[in-house]
């Protein structure tokens, strides 16, 4: 795809958007269900069905995907499709590129084993290897609009709020 076409797609949603706010909002939703018997969750992604379950380090056995792991998926896969799209509207030379996303966990703390541990990521790293001629104040520009507009990355960054709740299944009758 070119610069024109991105242009010409994206054209009517931002005018619609611009009229019209309330039509930029969507709600996006994922959803899974627990595995009766063992410790997994699994959860349809629009294109297939993923199993999620322990990690390795918490006694899995490493045949499931680890939510962590689905994490810095989705960071890869945004941080690449928005990479993608800013080249593009920039006309950016881009031959080829990768994009990878490691970050560190200490298990002490899903685990319960030091109440001081937090539990989470303590560090991610992002990082693009690109085939490009271009000059390194254009690759600036393009990784600096990449992390302004990846939505996975921005959210990391800058939390929203999150509620949880739980509520009975209504009795089967």
């Known amino acids: 795809m070119d610069s024109a076409t ?4 994206q054209a ?3 005018a619609k958007y611009r009229e019209d706010a309330d039509a930029a909002l969507v709600t996006l939703r994922a959803e ?3 595995d009766a018997d063992g410790i997994a969750c699994r959860v349809e992604t629009g294109r297939a069905l993923v199993e999620a379950g322990l990690h390795p380090a918490t006694g899995g056995n490493g045949l499931q995907a680890c939510s962590g792991d ?3 998926e989705a960071l890869v896969a945004c941080a690449g499709v928005t990479l993608r799209a800013v080249a593009t509207a920039l006309e950016f030379r881009l ?3 990768s994009v990878k996303a490691e970050g560190e966990l200490d298990f002490r ?3 319960g084993v030091d109440r001081a541990t937090p539990v989470g990521f303590r560090a991610i790293r992002l990082a693009f290897t690109l085939d490009t ?5 254009r690759i600036d520009s393009l990784l600096k609009l990449t992390e ?3 939505v996975v990355l921005q959210t990391l960054r800058q939390p929203p709020a999150i509620t949880a709740s739980l509520s009975k299944a209504a009795a089967a009758g």
Do not use: A, H, I, N
């Open 70 to 72: 689905m994490l810095l």
């Open 12 to 14: 009517p949603l931002k």
């Open 6 to 9: 991105l242009r010409e797609l």
């Open 133 to 137: 001629d271009e000059p390194q104040d």
């Open 109 to 111: 703390g899903t685990l």
């Open 95 to 97: 031959k080829r590129g």
């Open 148 to 150: 302004r507009y990846c």
């Open 32 to 34: 899974g269900s627990l």
